[in-house]
Structure formats: structure tokens, C-alpha cells
């Protein structure tokens, strides 16, 4: 198509690797746009905008929220907007970003280009809920499935702790490397990796508490077979494009199908046969139950925090909320997106706040946004539960997990 093309993703390692891969091929040029960039860097990729030298621009949702960078690309007239892992715009899909809800006033105001919505996780609901909020017209729906016949599915079921950390360790033994085993706590994966590193598997652990530049070292490794085995929060695996695992194995259960079938889905990408094994000990319920409802914050809480953003002129950030309330990174989280789900504030990509200046802000009182924001947390933690409820179902089942 005559034009350039604008790509919403929302890993930044991922766009890098995206513009590398083609030029590689050498026919196009292609960029980023994101936080990562100096001012220097950002400037040229605007002068190369204007001189129509970019065909893929690749971006970040909340690079948007800047009206400079909004216009500019606005002038370079693009006439495809793509948006990645399309799921992420569903308050329902199970990788929900906020930063994502604006895409459908961004198309708007870019004059509607032919709009392309991507994701390999989506339900009725989430589909319904993509199309509403990008403003597509009648779009054509393209559904290919998701079976993946070349990964057997099974179930261990367990009683005890113990037994559970003895048959995923022989799991291991007897499996063909490289391979991923998924965990639901930061703990959990020093441990088992640990565990794996003492019986002989050359294993690293990836979670959100590590410094970047060590997950993107572990990362690195596992890509290039210099580590077999990762054993991993579900912080690690969007965008991660490796052909040969040959196992993906869930230590705790997930907190929902749809994300239990995109983690299992980095599995066997080369076609040939892979095993996703889920390690199901009942307790673990709880553990899922308490994450889901660790999300919620009090009445309270919001009511302060609100106070405090109208009457600072600078917002803080995320540390200093954190910090002067008490709260744990859940909690605090929690609140931000509370507040971002109302329109009460606008967050930028390392979620602290952009700004307050929002509809909401200027035209509702204290006790309306928390009022909405209180509703909108208890409508999530029912379907969060609802889901979860899911999940056992198909742990429990006596019946086909693939069918």
C-alpha cells in the first residue's frame, strides 16, 4: 500500500528486534519511537517522517499522549495502523493495558487509515470488545484457531508440595531441553531454578524483581541454547520468538485459560512435537485467589490519593506513591489503574502518572471517581475469579483438555 504504516507494540526489546529484522532484508527502512530515544534521536526520526523516508514505525501506545508527536505523525499521513497483541485493548483480555484505550481516538484523529488488529489470544467477548474500541467498521474478522496438535496437553494432579516439586524435577529429567517452566511467585523461580541448577540443568530464573539488564541477559542466553532451561514469572515471554522449546511446564496454576494458552503457545513453534505440562496441586487456588484480590485497594486510599493529586502541581511518581502511603507495588498499581480506568489520570509507559488534566478530572467530584473506580475494581476481581474458575475446570476435567 502507497503510504507508511504505524505499529503499536508494547514491548520496546521487541520493536528493537522487529526494526533489526528488516534491515536485515535491506528493502525498507524502518524505525522506533519510544521512550528508549533521546531528544537528539527523536527529532530524526521526525525529520525522516517529514522526508517520507520511513515505511514501519514502530511505537509504544503512550508515545500519544504527546500532542507534538500525535501532529507529527499526522502529517506523515500513514495508511495502515497495526495494532500488536490487539488483546491488550480489552478491559477483559488477560494482558489488559490502559494505555491502549486511547488507540481509537488516535485512529480517529489520524484520518482512519485501514486499521489491523493483532493478537493470538482472543475470546468472543475480547474480539467484540477490540472492534468497539478501535472504532472499526464492519471489519472483516479473520479467526485461523488454536489448536496446536503438535503440543500434548496433560495434567499432573498432586496432594502434597513435596510430591508436586518431585514429579516436575523428573519431568524435567526426562524431557528434551531447552524448555520453560512457569511459576506464580519471584520466590518460586530462585528456588526452582536453583533446584534444576543442583541436578545438572544449566538454568537461570526470570522475574520482574530482577534489574533489566540482567533479564535481558538471561533472555539473550535462553535464545541463543546457552541456557536450557528459564524458570519464570509470567513477567517473562510477550514477543519472545524461539522455535525449538520443546516443553513448557507450569509449575502453580495460571490465573486464566487465555493466559495459560499463550504461555504454553512459545512452545514448539518449529512445528515438531513439544509437551505443556500443568502441575495442579488444589492449594494453589488460594494462591492465584489472593493475587486477584491483592489488586483492590480501599475507598480510603483513593479518596487521599485524590487529594493529593489536586492539590500538587507536580504529580509523583509511582515510588513516592508508594512510599508515602504504604503500599505494596500491587497495591499501588492497583490504585494508579483505578484512577487511569475512570479517566481520572493518564499514566505514562513506566506507569507513573502524565497527567492529570483529564475530562474526568475537571468535571467529577471526589466521591463520583471513587465511586467508579471502586465499582470498576469489584466488576474486574468477579470476572478475574470467574476466570480462574475456568481454569480448574480444566485441570479438573476427566474429559479431553484439548477438546
Known sequence: IPGMTVVISPLLALQHDQVEAIAEQDTVKASVLNSTLSKTEREQVFEQLANEEIE?????????????????????????????????????????????????????ALGHPVTLALTATASPLVRKEIVERLGMDNPAEIIKGFNRPNIYLSVCCCHEEKEKLDHLLQAVADAEMPGIVYVAT??????????????????????????????TAVQTQFIQDKIDIIVATNAFGM???KPNVRFVFHYHIPSAIDAYYQEIGRAARDGNPAEARLFYHPDDMKLQRFFTGGAQVDKEVLEE????????????????????????????????????SVEFIRLDDSGNIATTETEAAQNLTTEQVVEQAMTQQERHKQFDYSRLHMMRGYAETSTCRRE
Open 56 to 108: 514501519f514505525l514502530f511505537m509504544a501506545p503512550e508515545q500519544f499522549s504527546n500532542a507534538e508527536t500525535l501532529g507529527k505523525i499526522k502529517a506523515a499521513s500513514p495508511s495502515l495502523f497495526v495494532i500488536d497483541e490487539a488483546h491488550c485493548v480489552s478491559e477483559w483480555g488477560h494482558d489488559f493495558r490502559p494505555d491502549y484505550l486511547q488507540l481509537g481516538s488516535v485512529i480517529e
Open 305 to 340: 490519593l485524590i487529594a493529593v493529586l489536586e492539590t500538587t502541581e507536580d504529580a509523583p511518581s509511582k515510588a513516592q506513591i508508594k512510599e508515602h502511603f504504604d503500599l505494596s507495588q500491587i497495591k499501588t498499581n492497583a490504585a494508579l489503574d483505578a484512577l487511569e
Open 239 to 241: 514477543g519472545i520468538d
Open 186 to 215: 519471584r520466590k518460586a523461580a530462585e528456588e526452582i531454578a536453583e533446584k534444576l541448577r543442583e541436578t545438572g540443568h544449566r538454568t537461570a530464573a526470570y522475574h520482574a524483581g530482577m534489574k533489566g539488564s540482567d533479564r
